[in-house]
């Protein structure tokens, strides 16, 4: 709600400017089609994707070892989640820089692929995988998956195994079982957990930064670059309040659809 | 249709104790449990009924021995593919599923038509006298509510026997009670198998047509409630069931029906029921229920009857509880109260002479284990 003065301090008059240049338009374009500009939208219809997608491999690679840990004999539970945790000991950029180690053209992973060729005589180009938009799926992947296996590990050992019993008695094999009564006990765990990644991938720009490079611009790092680089804390803010907005609203669609549970809702 | 509705044939369950034991939670077991019966496992906490159950239901598997069901050895057959059906302690209701959903899921699981399933549930509901709550969801229903969802959920499917888990355990008394004559009824309504597990011998006596008593994994007497409560088979029979008072001795002679038994505490023989088990010389066990011995001023004729001093009186209404020393044992008698309105304090007092009557008719020998 400002105009960035020229220095880059800001003139507090209220004015619309910056919401329309983030549509990708312009203030005195009279035609839209002409000077539509789709920079800033396709940038928060990729971190929207992104989300999305990132939250959607974590669900899926989350649920099965959570799943695992719930199921696994009481004494052994308590070190599968002691190792979930202990990458949290590390801080969260230390970790984005061990993904860069691997994935670098002279990385571990290229090391590793390399010597594997060289013993099958192949020749061997090593991957370009950093700075592409897949190395920033995995690290987004990798931080944010403790976040994901918790949740869901609590609301599945809640469940009481004579429940799994019962359905057994009344006729339900393992897969029915699993469909019809531990998926939907243990949807709270989905739901809080889906809630816990994908509103911080939504705003992260330290893993884009690192592992994207110039190539994968989330609007996280759009805000960063608007207060420190261009310096127009105005657009930058109204970027940030675009992004809360977003995720507000998926947010809000994704708890209504599918509820905190259904026994809450009833309740 | 086979003989019986569920066969166990000298089944063993053995268990790891978290120290690295074994122990056999079921100890060569033999039960015939026959086709329409109300049949009931009793027993204290570990004596190997809830297992029993569990190896019907198909939740565990024998480690030797078989389970048949309607003749069928079941072998290692998961629970989704036996004819059982089972109602849990913890009754096991799906949270999220309505009533209606609940009672519902074992019908959808055998793939029944839609149409029949609202119509069978429908019935199951009625039967349990739950129609009218197909919607709720089972936290918004009292106890006595769930259990009855948990039974017509079992019941729906028609089993071929219903198996019960310590049901009723949860409720309070009174829900209880009502529950115990409900479950009879309904047994008898539909016709069904029932294996009833529980602890409470009031409950097992007045529910079943037969009771198996358990202890130690080892089925110690199977019988109707008449049966095992007035002929006991062994000391822990006899003891468990309700209370008995016991009288160690040997047997000096036998009279066709009679026993002669010389029981030290009393010095004196006595005379016994003989079950025609025992000989002359042999050491024998005799029990008798408090209620069976008789507290008098002065015996008419005497058969068993000695000296007794009253040593503790505890005057319950119905029944008077009278702690007697009749020579070198103490016997507990129970007595109805027959005392006159009129004068209510007429019954023995403590420290007062009496004479206890032991009659032979209810003298029973047992072995000494």
């Known amino acids: 709600m400002g105009r960035r003065a020229p220095d880059g301090g800001v003139i507090f008059t209220f004015t619309l400017d910056n919401y329309i240049r983030l549509l990708g338009l312009q203030p005195d374009?009279?035609?839209?089609?002409?000077?539509?500009?789709?920079?800033?939208?396709?940038?928060?219809?990729?971190?929207?994707?992104?989300?999305?997608?990132?939250?959607?491999?974590?669900?899926?690679?989350a649920y099965p070892l959570a799943y695992f840990i719930a199921r696994a004999p009481q004494k052994r539970r308590n070190t599968y989640l002691f190792l979930v945790l202990v990458p949290l000991w590390t801080n969260f950029?230390?970790?984005?820089?061990?993904?860069?180690m691997l994935l670098r053209t002279q990385g571990a992973i290229n090391g590793v692929l390399g010597w594997l060729a060289g013993l099958f005589g192949?020749?061997?180009?090593?991957?370009?995988?950093?700075?592409t938009p897949g190395a920033v799926l995995v690290g987004m992947v990798y931080e944010f998956l403790p976040f994901m296996i918790l949740p869901i590990y609590t609301s599945l050992e809640k469940i009481d195994p004579s429940l799994y019993e019962a359905a057994a008695d009344l006729g339900a094999n393992a897969l029915k079982t699993f469909?019809?009564?531990?998926?939907?006990?243990?949807?709270?765990?989905?739901?809080?957990?889906?809630?816990?990644?994908?509103?911080?991938?939504?705003?992260?720009?330290?893993?884009?930064?690192?592992?994207?490079?110039?190539?994968?611009?989330?609007?996280?790092?759009l805000i960063q670059r608007q207060f420190l680089d261009a310096r127009d804390p105005t657009f930058g803010s109204a970027a940030s309040l675009v992004l809360m907005v977003l995720t507000l609203i998926v947010t809000v669609f994704y708890t209504r659809k599918f509820g905190f549970g259904k026994e809450i809702v009833v309740g | 249709m086979s003989e019986y509705a569920v066969e166990l044939r000298n089944v063993v369950k053995t268990f790891v104790t978290p120290e690295g034991s074994t122990i056999n939670a079921v100890d060569h077991v033999d039960m015939q449990i026959r086709h329409g019966e109300f049949f009931s496992m009793l027993g204290s906490s570990g004596c190997g009924k809830t297992t029993s159950l569990r190896m019907i239901a198909g939740f565990e598997w024998p480690t030797r021995g078989e389970v048949f069901i309607d003749g069928e050895p079941q072998g290692h057959?998961?629970?989704?593919?036996?004819?059982?059906?089972?109602?849990?302690?913890?009754?096991?209701?799906?949270?999220?599923?309505?009533?209606?959903?609940?009672?519902?899921?074992?019908?959808?699981m055998d793939k029944v038509p839609a149409e029949e399933i609202k119509r069978r549930v429908g019935e199951a509901l009625a039967m349990v006298k739950l129609t009218g709550l197909e919607k709720r969801y089972p936290r918004q229903l009292s106890g006595g509510q769930q259990q009855?969802?948990?039974?017509?959920?079992?019941?729906?499917?028609?089993?071929?026997?219903?198996?019960?888990?310590?049901?009723?355990?949860a409720l309070d008394l009174k829900l209880r009670k009502e529950m115990q004559l409900e479950l009879k009824t309904l047994q008898r309504e539909v016709g069904i198998t029932f294996v009833f597990v529980t602890h409470d011998q009031e409950e097992a006596l007045s529910m079943s047509d037969r009771i198996a008593v358990m202890s130690h994994g080892k089925v110690?007497?199977?019988?109707?409630?008449?049966?095992?409560?007035?002929?006991?088979?062994?000391?822990?029979?006899?003891?468990?069931?309700?209370?008995?008072?016991?009288l160690d001795g040997t047997v000096r002679a036998v009279q066709d029906k009679w026993l002669m038994v010389f029981v030290p505490a009393l010095q004196a023989e006595v005379r016994a029921l003989n079950n025609g088990e025992f000989r002359a010389g042999q050491q024998v066990s005799l029990s008798i229920r408090p209620e069976k011995i008789r507290l008098v001023e002065k015996p008419s004729e005497c058969v068993n009857c000695f000296p007794a001093q009253v040593r503790q009186v505890?005057?319950?209404?119905?029944?008077?509880?009278?702690?007697?020393?009749?020579?070198?044992?103490?016997?507990?008698?129970?007595?109805?109260?027959?005392?006159?309105?009129?004068?209510?304090?007429?019954?023995?007092?403590?420290?007062?002479?009496?004479?206890?009557?032991?009659?032979?008719?209810?003298l029973l020998a047992l072995p000494v284990d």
């Open chain 1, 93 to 100: 950029v230390i970790r984005v820089y061990a993904w860069m």
């Open chain 1, 122 to 131: 192949m020749p061997f180009t090593p991957l370009e995988m950093l700075y």
């Open chain 2, 220 to 246: 110690m007497q199977i019988g109707t409630p008449v049966e095992i409560y007035e002929r006991p088979r062994n000391k822990f029979v006899a003891d468990f069931i309700g209370e008995t008072n016991l």
């Open chain 2, 77 to 108: 057959r998961p629970p989704f593919q036996r004819k059982v059906n089972t109602v849990f302690q913890s009754y096991a209701l799906f949270q999220h599923m309505t009533v209606f959903e609940n009672v519902a899921f074992g019908l959808q």
């Open chain 2, 314 to 362: 505890a005057y319950i209404g119905a029944d008077t509880r009278v702690i007697a020393q009749v020579i070198q044992s103490t016997l507990r008698v129970w007595e109805q109260n027959m005392v006159s309105t009129l004068d209510p304090d007429a019954y023995f007092q403590q420290n007062e002479q009496a004479w206890a009557v032991l009659p032979p008719e209810n």
């Open chain 1, 179 to 221: 469909w019809r009564v531990t998926l939907p006990l243990s949807m709270p765990g989905v739901v809080a957990g889906t809630i816990l990644v994908f509103i911080p991938v939504m705003g992260t720009f330290v893993v884009s930064d690192l592992l994207g490079g110039k190539q994968v611009i989330l609007v996280g790092n």
């Open chain 2, 148 to 169: 009855r969802v948990a039974l017509a959920r079992a019941l729906v499917k028609r089993p071929k026997v219903l198996l019960l888990d310590e049901p009723l355990g």
């Open chain 1, 29 to 61: 374009c009279l035609n839209p089609l002409a000077c539509f500009d789709p920079l800033y939208v396709s940038i928060l219809w990729r971190s929207l994707t992104l989300a999305f997608n990132t939250t959607l491999i974590v669900i899926l690679m």
